[in-house]
Protein backbone atom coordinates (compact mmCIF):
# COMPACT_ATOMS: atom_id res chain seq x y z
CA UNK A 1 0.00 0.00 0.00
CA UNK A 2 1.68 3.33 -0.63
CA UNK A 3 1.53 5.41 2.12
CA UNK A 4 3.15 9.04 1.53
CA UNK A 5 6.61 7.66 1.21
CA UNK A 6 9.03 10.40 3.87
CA UNK A 7 11.75 9.36 1.12
CA UNK A 8 10.51 10.86 -1.81
CA UNK A 9 9.87 14.39 -1.84
CA UNK A 10 5.90 16.07 -1.98
CA UNK A 11 4.93 17.33 -4.82
CA UNK A 12 6.12 21.32 -5.35
CA UNK A 13 5.26 23.38 -7.82
CA UNK A 14 7.56 26.34 -9.05
CA UNK A 15 5.52 28.68 -7.61
CA UNK A 16 5.43 26.89 -3.76
CA UNK A 17 2.28 25.83 -4.61
CA UNK A 18 2.00 21.96 -2.55
CA UNK A 19 0.23 19.93 -5.40
CA UNK A 20 -2.30 17.43 -3.49
CA UNK A 21 -5.51 17.02 -5.22
CA UNK A 22 -5.46 15.06 -8.51
CA UNK A 23 -8.34 14.53 -10.90
CA UNK A 24 -8.01 11.55 -13.01
CA UNK A 25 -10.20 11.42 -16.17
CA UNK A 26 -10.91 7.35 -16.42
CA UNK A 27 -12.46 7.63 -20.20
CA UNK A 28 -13.12 10.52 -22.96
CA UNK A 29 -16.29 8.61 -23.78
CA UNK A 30 -19.84 9.40 -22.15
CA UNK A 31 -23.50 8.59 -22.92
CA UNK A 32 -24.32 12.17 -22.95
CA UNK A 33 -23.72 15.04 -25.30
CA UNK A 34 -24.27 17.95 -23.25
CA UNK A 35 -23.83 21.31 -26.11
CA UNK A 36 -20.98 23.05 -23.58
CA UNK A 37 -19.27 20.15 -23.19
CA UNK A 38 -19.02 17.82 -26.60
CA UNK A 39 -20.18 18.12 -30.07
CA UNK A 40 -22.86 16.01 -31.20
CA UNK A 41 -20.43 13.42 -33.76
CA UNK A 42 -17.54 13.02 -31.11
CA UNK A 43 -14.52 10.72 -32.53
CA UNK A 44 -13.16 9.01 -29.14
CA UNK A 45 -9.87 7.43 -28.31
CA UNK A 46 -9.15 4.32 -30.18
CA UNK A 47 -9.32 2.06 -26.96
CA UNK A 48 -5.50 1.36 -27.17
CA UNK A 49 -4.57 4.79 -26.41
CA UNK A 50 -6.40 4.67 -23.19
CA UNK A 51 -5.20 3.89 -19.75
CA UNK A 52 -5.87 0.37 -18.88
CA UNK A 53 -7.44 0.13 -15.44
CA UNK A 54 -4.52 -1.71 -14.00
CA UNK A 55 -2.04 1.33 -15.24
CA UNK A 56 -4.17 3.88 -13.72
CA UNK A 57 -4.14 2.38 -10.42
CA UNK A 58 -0.38 2.15 -10.58
CA UNK A 59 -0.32 5.66 -11.09
CA UNK A 60 -2.41 7.03 -8.40
CA UNK A 61 -0.47 4.86 -6.51
CA UNK A 62 2.99 6.46 -6.92
CA UNK A 63 0.77 10.08 -6.88
CA UNK A 64 0.11 9.12 -3.60
CA UNK A 65 3.21 7.94 -2.17
CA UNK A 66 4.23 11.66 -3.73
CA UNK A 67 1.85 13.50 -1.61
CA UNK A 68 -1.61 13.29 -3.35
CA UNK A 69 -4.40 13.68 -0.84
CA UNK A 70 -7.70 13.63 -2.98
CA UNK A 71 -8.05 11.58 -6.11
CA UNK A 72 -11.49 12.89 -7.85
CA UNK A 73 -12.43 10.67 -10.59
CA UNK A 74 -13.93 12.08 -13.99
CA UNK A 75 -13.94 11.94 -17.38
CA UNK A 76 -15.83 11.90 -19.69
CA UNK A 77 -18.56 10.01 -17.77
CA UNK A 78 -16.88 7.63 -15.00
CA UNK A 79 -19.67 5.18 -14.47
CA UNK A 80 -19.82 4.07 -18.43
CA UNK A 81 -16.64 2.74 -18.14
CA UNK A 82 -16.43 -0.91 -17.61
CA UNK A 83 -15.39 -2.67 -14.53
CA UNK A 84 -14.70 1.10 -12.89
CA UNK A 85 -15.94 -0.47 -9.70
CA UNK A 86 -12.30 -2.68 -9.50
CA UNK A 87 -10.42 0.70 -10.42
CA UNK A 88 -12.72 2.63 -7.16
CA UNK A 89 -12.25 -0.47 -4.95
CA UNK A 90 -8.28 -0.70 -5.81
CA UNK A 91 -7.58 3.31 -5.17
CA UNK A 92 -10.40 2.96 -2.61
CA UNK A 93 -7.68 1.04 0.03
CA UNK A 94 -5.78 3.79 0.67
CA UNK A 95 -8.13 5.80 2.02
CA UNK A 96 -6.89 6.72 5.76
CA UNK A 97 -3.80 5.25 4.87
CA UNK A 98 -2.05 8.17 2.73
CA UNK A 99 -5.26 9.13 0.92
CA UNK A 100 -7.59 11.26 2.79
CA UNK A 101 -10.74 11.64 0.16
CA UNK A 102 -11.69 9.52 -2.92
CA UNK A 103 -14.37 11.61 -5.22
CA UNK A 104 -16.05 11.57 -8.69
CA UNK A 105 -18.09 12.98 -10.81
CA UNK A 106 -20.88 11.63 -12.34
CA UNK A 107 -23.19 12.89 -14.74
CA UNK A 108 -26.17 10.27 -12.59
CA UNK A 109 -27.36 8.35 -15.52
CA UNK A 110 -25.68 5.25 -14.48
CA UNK A 111 -25.57 6.00 -10.84
CA UNK A 112 -28.55 3.88 -9.25
CA UNK A 113 -26.06 0.70 -10.56
CA UNK A 114 -23.11 2.07 -8.87
CA UNK A 115 -24.40 3.98 -5.65
CA UNK A 116 -23.78 1.21 -3.08
CA UNK A 117 -19.98 -0.35 -4.94
CA UNK A 118 -18.99 3.61 -4.26
CA UNK A 119 -20.13 3.53 -0.06
CA UNK A 120 -18.78 0.09 0.04
CA UNK A 121 -15.47 1.43 -1.50
CA UNK A 122 -15.07 4.92 0.23
CA UNK A 123 -16.29 7.23 -1.06
CA UNK A 124 -18.51 9.60 0.74
CA UNK A 125 -18.86 12.54 -1.42
CA UNK A 126 -19.81 12.44 -5.20
CA UNK A 127 -20.64 16.00 -7.49
CA UNK A 128 -23.96 14.89 -9.97
CA UNK A 129 -24.11 17.47 -12.57
CA UNK A 130 -27.86 18.87 -13.78
CA UNK A 131 -28.13 21.76 -15.41
CA UNK A 132 -32.15 21.33 -15.10
CA UNK A 133 -34.67 19.78 -13.29
CA UNK A 134 -37.04 20.22 -16.72
CA UNK A 135 -37.48 16.79 -18.11
CA UNK A 136 -37.18 18.74 -21.72
CA UNK A 137 -34.92 20.74 -21.09
CA UNK A 138 -32.32 18.22 -19.69
CA UNK A 139 -32.45 16.25 -23.12
CA UNK A 140 -32.02 19.50 -25.35
CA UNK A 141 -29.03 20.67 -22.80
CA UNK A 142 -27.58 16.86 -22.61
CA UNK A 143 -28.80 15.98 -26.10
CA UNK A 144 -31.24 13.08 -25.53
CA UNK A 145 -30.85 12.52 -21.71
CA UNK A 146 -33.14 11.04 -19.52
CA UNK A 147 -33.86 12.79 -16.25
CA UNK A 148 -35.55 10.26 -14.74
CA UNK A 149 -32.16 8.18 -14.39
CA UNK A 150 -30.34 11.06 -12.72
CA UNK A 151 -33.47 11.11 -9.94
CA UNK A 152 -33.27 7.51 -9.72
CA UNK A 153 -29.54 7.76 -9.14
CA UNK A 154 -29.87 10.55 -6.71
CA UNK A 155 -32.39 8.11 -4.38
CA UNK A 156 -29.60 5.39 -4.32
CA UNK A 157 -26.56 7.55 -3.66
CA UNK A 158 -29.41 8.76 -1.00
CA UNK A 159 -29.69 5.70 0.31
CA UNK A 160 -26.13 4.39 0.14
CA UNK A 161 -25.17 7.49 2.61
CA UNK A 162 -23.39 9.35 0.02
CA UNK A 163 -22.98 13.03 0.52
CA UNK A 164 -23.97 14.67 -2.84
CA UNK A 165 -23.28 18.02 -4.49
CA UNK A 166 -25.12 19.33 -7.38
CA UNK A 167 -22.74 21.24 -10.61
CA UNK A 168 -24.81 23.31 -12.00
CA UNK A 169 -23.28 25.26 -14.95
CA UNK A 170 -24.85 28.47 -15.42
CA UNK A 171 -26.22 29.16 -19.03
CA UNK A 172 -27.49 32.21 -20.21
CA UNK A 173 -30.98 31.99 -21.95
CA UNK A 174 -30.89 28.12 -21.16
CA UNK A 175 -31.42 27.54 -17.48
CA UNK A 176 -31.04 30.87 -15.66
CA UNK A 177 -34.44 31.32 -14.97
CA UNK A 178 -33.91 28.10 -12.90
CA UNK A 179 -31.32 28.61 -10.81
CA UNK A 180 -33.41 30.08 -7.79
CA UNK A 181 -35.38 27.15 -8.09
CA UNK A 182 -32.71 24.59 -7.87
CA UNK A 183 -31.10 26.19 -4.95
CA UNK A 184 -34.36 25.95 -2.79
CA UNK A 185 -35.05 22.09 -4.29
CA UNK A 186 -31.68 21.20 -3.49
CA UNK A 187 -32.03 23.05 0.23
CA UNK A 188 -34.94 20.47 0.42
CA UNK A 189 -33.14 17.59 -0.19
CA UNK A 190 -30.17 18.31 1.53
CA UNK A 191 -27.84 18.68 -1.53
CA UNK A 192 -25.15 21.47 -1.53
CA UNK A 193 -25.28 22.90 -4.72
CA UNK A 194 -22.02 24.33 -7.23
CA UNK A 195 -22.40 26.72 -10.10
CA UNK A 196 -20.27 27.03 -12.80
CA UNK A 197 -19.13 29.44 -15.20
CA UNK A 198 -19.40 27.92 -19.02
CA UNK A 199 -15.23 27.32 -19.95
CA UNK A 200 -14.44 27.67 -23.14
CA UNK A 201 -12.96 24.31 -23.53
CA UNK A 202 -12.60 22.18 -26.98
CA UNK A 203 -15.01 22.74 -30.42
CA UNK A 204 -19.03 22.02 -29.26
CA UNK A 205 -20.22 22.64 -32.49
CA UNK A 206 -21.88 25.98 -30.70
CA UNK A 207 -21.00 29.16 -29.64
CA UNK A 208 -20.82 29.64 -25.66
CA UNK A 209 -20.70 33.02 -25.88
CA UNK A 210 -24.21 33.33 -26.62
CA UNK A 211 -24.80 31.17 -22.98
CA UNK A 212 -22.30 32.64 -21.23
CA UNK A 213 -23.44 33.82 -17.59
CA UNK A 214 -21.02 35.39 -15.28
CA UNK A 215 -21.80 34.24 -11.86
CA UNK A 216 -20.80 37.36 -10.22
CA UNK A 217 -24.85 38.79 -11.49
CA UNK A 218 -26.26 35.34 -10.59
CA UNK A 219 -25.18 35.83 -7.35
CA UNK A 220 -26.71 39.24 -6.47
CA UNK A 221 -30.00 37.92 -7.87
CA UNK A 222 -29.57 34.79 -4.95
CA UNK A 223 -28.54 37.69 -2.47
CA UNK A 224 -32.41 39.78 -3.45
CA UNK A 225 -33.81 36.46 -2.07
CA UNK A 226 -31.29 34.44 0.34
CA UNK A 227 -28.37 36.33 2.09
CA UNK A 228 -25.23 34.25 1.28
CA UNK A 229 -22.62 34.04 3.87
CA UNK A 230 -19.00 33.77 2.78
CA UNK A 231 -17.59 30.70 4.13
CA UNK A 232 -13.55 29.76 4.51
CA UNK A 233 -14.65 26.36 3.72
CA UNK A 234 -12.65 24.76 1.37
CA UNK A 235 -13.02 20.78 -0.81
CA UNK A 236 -10.07 21.29 -2.24
CA UNK A 237 -11.20 22.08 -5.18
CA UNK A 238 -12.20 25.93 -7.21
CA UNK A 239 -15.27 26.69 -5.56
CA UNK A 240 -16.11 29.02 -3.09
CA UNK A 241 -18.36 28.55 -0.57
CA UNK A 242 -21.53 30.50 0.81
CA UNK A 243 -24.04 29.74 3.61
CA UNK A 244 -27.63 30.24 1.82
CA UNK A 245 -29.62 31.57 4.86
CA UNK A 246 -32.34 29.49 6.10
CA UNK A 247 -31.60 26.53 3.99
CA UNK A 248 -29.02 24.43 5.52
CA UNK A 249 -27.10 24.06 2.45
CA UNK A 250 -23.55 25.37 0.67
CA UNK A 251 -23.26 27.22 -2.29
CA UNK A 252 -20.52 27.02 -4.39
CA UNK A 253 -19.60 29.26 -7.01
CA UNK A 254 -16.82 28.00 -9.65
CA UNK A 255 -16.03 31.46 -11.30
CA UNK A 256 -12.86 30.62 -13.65
CA UNK A 257 -13.81 33.60 -15.82
CA UNK A 258 -15.23 36.76 -13.74
CA UNK A 259 -12.52 35.20 -10.60
CA UNK A 260 -9.45 33.56 -11.29
CA UNK A 261 -8.90 31.12 -8.65
CA UNK A 262 -5.24 30.18 -9.66
CA UNK A 263 -3.14 31.37 -6.72
CA UNK A 264 -4.11 28.70 -4.39
CA UNK A 265 -4.48 26.40 -7.33
CA UNK A 266 -3.22 22.49 -5.31
CA UNK A 267 -4.49 20.29 -8.37
CA UNK A 268 -3.37 18.64 -11.18
CA UNK A 269 -5.23 16.41 -13.78
CA UNK A 270 -4.87 13.32 -15.52
CA UNK A 271 -6.36 12.28 -18.62
CA UNK A 272 -7.10 9.23 -19.59
CA UNK A 273 -4.38 8.86 -22.21
CA UNK A 274 -2.20 9.22 -19.03
CA UNK A 275 -1.26 12.46 -19.95
CA UNK A 276 -0.63 15.02 -17.38
CA UNK A 277 -2.06 19.08 -17.34
CA UNK A 278 -0.66 20.85 -15.07
CA UNK A 279 -3.80 23.63 -16.05
CA UNK A 280 -7.12 22.61 -17.39
CA UNK A 281 -6.17 26.07 -19.14
CA UNK A 282 -2.68 25.20 -20.91
CA UNK A 283 -1.68 22.64 -23.68
CA UNK A 284 1.61 22.13 -21.74
CA UNK A 285 1.73 18.49 -20.39
CA UNK A 286 4.02 15.28 -19.68
CA UNK A 287 3.14 11.81 -20.86
CA UNK A 288 3.04 9.48 -18.47
CA UNK A 289 1.99 6.49 -20.82
CA UNK A 290 4.78 6.04 -22.74
CA UNK A 291 7.59 6.05 -20.38
CA UNK A 292 5.18 3.82 -18.70
CA UNK A 293 4.71 1.21 -20.94
CA UNK A 294 8.22 1.15 -22.01
CA UNK A 295 10.09 1.70 -18.72
CA UNK A 296 7.48 1.21 -16.33
CA UNK A 297 6.81 3.26 -12.98
CA UNK A 298 10.83 4.07 -12.33
CA UNK A 299 10.42 5.68 -15.64
CA UNK A 300 7.26 7.78 -14.52
CA UNK A 301 8.78 9.22 -11.40
CA UNK A 302 11.60 11.67 -13.21
CA UNK A 303 8.24 12.91 -15.15
CA UNK A 304 6.48 14.19 -12.20
CA UNK A 305 9.09 16.60 -11.19
CA UNK A 306 9.24 17.63 -15.12
CA UNK A 307 5.34 18.24 -15.05
CA UNK A 308 6.03 20.20 -11.70
CA UNK A 309 8.00 23.11 -13.67
CA UNK A 310 5.27 23.24 -16.10
CA UNK A 311 2.31 24.44 -13.50
CA UNK A 312 1.42 27.99 -14.78
CA UNK A 313 0.77 30.95 -12.50
CA UNK A 314 -2.65 31.07 -13.83
CA UNK A 315 -5.08 30.00 -16.05
CA UNK A 316 -6.15 32.63 -19.25
CA UNK A 317 -9.47 32.08 -20.40
CA UNK A 318 -11.25 34.57 -22.07
CA UNK A 319 -15.01 34.21 -23.82
CA UNK A 320 -15.49 36.87 -26.32
CA UNK A 321 -16.48 36.60 -29.52
CA UNK A 322 -14.13 35.54 -32.39
CA UNK A 323 -11.81 33.68 -29.23
CA UNK A 324 -12.64 30.20 -30.08
CA UNK A 325 -11.79 27.49 -27.05
CA UNK A 326 -9.06 28.38 -25.00
CA UNK A 327 -7.51 25.10 -25.60
CA UNK A 328 -8.93 22.25 -28.29
CA UNK A 329 -9.02 19.65 -25.39
CA UNK A 330 -12.80 19.43 -24.50
CA UNK A 331 -13.11 19.27 -20.89
CA UNK A 332 -14.12 15.06 -21.18
CA UNK A 333 -10.48 14.61 -21.87
CA UNK A 334 -8.81 16.42 -19.38
CA UNK A 335 -11.09 15.89 -16.74
CA UNK A 336 -13.99 17.93 -15.41
N1 LIG B 1 -19.63 13.29 -17.06
C1 LIG B 1 -19.45 13.74 -15.73
C2 LIG B 1 -20.37 14.88 -15.42
O1 LIG B 1 -20.95 15.45 -16.33
O2 LIG B 1 -20.46 15.21 -14.23
C3 LIG B 1 -18.02 14.10 -15.38
C4 LIG B 1 -17.22 14.86 -16.40
S1 LIG B 1 -17.81 16.48 -16.76
C5 LIG B 1 -16.60 17.00 -17.96
C6 LIG B 1 -17.39 17.34 -15.27
C7 LIG B 1 -18.04 18.67 -15.06
O3 LIG B 1 -17.56 19.58 -16.05
C8 LIG B 1 -19.56 18.67 -15.21
O4 LIG B 1 -20.13 19.25 -14.07
C9 LIG B 1 -19.81 19.52 -16.43
O5 LIG B 1 -21.01 20.22 -16.31
C10 LIG B 1 -18.61 20.42 -16.44
N2 LIG B 1 -18.25 20.95 -17.78
C11 LIG B 1 -18.07 20.29 -18.92
N3 LIG B 1 -17.71 21.13 -19.92
C12 LIG B 1 -17.66 22.37 -19.37
C13 LIG B 1 -17.36 23.66 -19.87
N4 LIG B 1 -17.02 23.85 -21.12
N5 LIG B 1 -17.42 24.70 -19.00
C14 LIG B 1 -17.76 24.51 -17.69
N6 LIG B 1 -18.05 23.31 -17.16
C15 LIG B 1 -18.01 22.26 -17.98
FE1 LIG C 1 -20.77 13.86 -20.67
FE2 LIG C 1 -20.26 15.13 -18.42
FE3 LIG C 1 -19.53 16.21 -20.77
FE4 LIG C 1 -22.09 16.07 -20.18
S1 LIG C 1 -20.54 17.25 -19.07
S2 LIG C 1 -21.16 15.45 -22.13
S3 LIG C 1 -22.20 14.23 -19.03
S4 LIG C 1 -18.74 14.36 -19.89
Excluded at 205 to 212: F, L, S, V
Amino acid sequence: MAMADPSRPLMTDGLGRRISYLRISVTDRCDLRCRYCMAEKMQFLPKNQVLTLEEIALLADLFIARGIRKIRLTGGEPLVRRDIGDLVRRIGRHIGAGLEELTLTTNGTRLADHAEMLADAGVRRINVSLDSRDPERFAHVTRGGKIEQVFAGLDTARAAGLAVKINMVALKGVNDDEILSMLRWCGEEGFDLTLIETMPLGDTGEDRTDHYLPLTHVADLIRADHALTPLSHRTGGPARYHAVEGMGIKLGLITPLTQNFCADCNRIRMTCEGKIFMCLGHEDHVDFKSALREGGLPAVEPLIDQALRLKPAAHDFRIGAGEGAATRRHMSVTGG
